[in-house]
């Protein structure tokens, strides 16, 4: 009885085992394929000159505002992350120039995946006047296609992508910047600005 006992132990130990092998094998095809499909997947198709920019809305001055309330030209930029390096610069930049800004009656709104006290620790921060859109659940960014696979330091993964437009009183897409370098932008978007409605 013993040995009978002791031999299904041993058959259900050995059972076992093949169901962990089995499930180590379906595990590595899992990540093999995962690994696959996202080297396959698409960069992100940002909108381009002429298309019409999705509707958003955003919170200023204890207001809520919709897109469709702006009556005059808008540049919104897209970022990955508040208070992080390249973002900083980009928005102190544009700080920096808002009495160029605001000479040319252009308004901006930045927008990241960041939460709204996160967005408010980084406008207090470096005294930001503009607006900040948290995004939380990146419907902006898919609209304005900027959110999909990104390579850092041989990581692929998916994220917003910083990536610029800018938005006629009319709501069409003036010129969008699908590569920005942080700390030229600004001066970037007033030449453009200056350059498109002059």
């Not at 960069?43 to 999705?54: F, W």
């Not at 958003?56 to 208070?83: C, N, R, V």
């Not at 900040?132 to 990146?138: E, M, N």
Request: charged share 20%; with cysteine.
């Amino acid at each position: 009885m013993q040995d009978v006992a002791g031999t299904r132990k041993i058959s259900a130990n050995h059972t076992t085992g093949n169901e962990l092998n089995n499930c180590k094998k379906i595990f590595w095809q899992y990540i093999q394929t995962y690994k696959l499909l996202i080297s396959i997947m698409p960069p992100p198709i940002p909108l381009t000159v002429g298309q019409k920019a999705p509707a958003f809305s955003y919170a200023e001055g204890g207001s809520t505002i919709h897109s469709s309330e702006i009556t005059s030209p808008y540049l919104i930029y897209f970022y990955p992350k508040d208070d992080t390096p390249g973002c900083t610069k980009e928005a102190c930049a544009i700080r920096d120039t808002w009495a160029d800004f605001e000479a040319a009656g252009l308004k901006v709104i930045g927008v990241s995946k960041d939460t709204e006290r996160s967005h408010q620790k980084f406008q207090d921060k470096y005294a930001l006047p503009f607006p900040l859109i948290a995004d939380t659940q990146l419907e902006l960014a898919n609209a304005f296609g900027v959110f999909g696979e990104k390579k850092f330091m041989g990581r692929i993964y998916d994220g917003i992508h910083r990536m610029s437009f800018l938005v006629a009183a009319d709501g069409r897409i003036l010129t969008s910047y699908p590569k920005v370098k942080p700390e030229a932008h600004a001066a970037q978007v007033l030449e453009d600005f200056f350059g498109l409605t002059s």
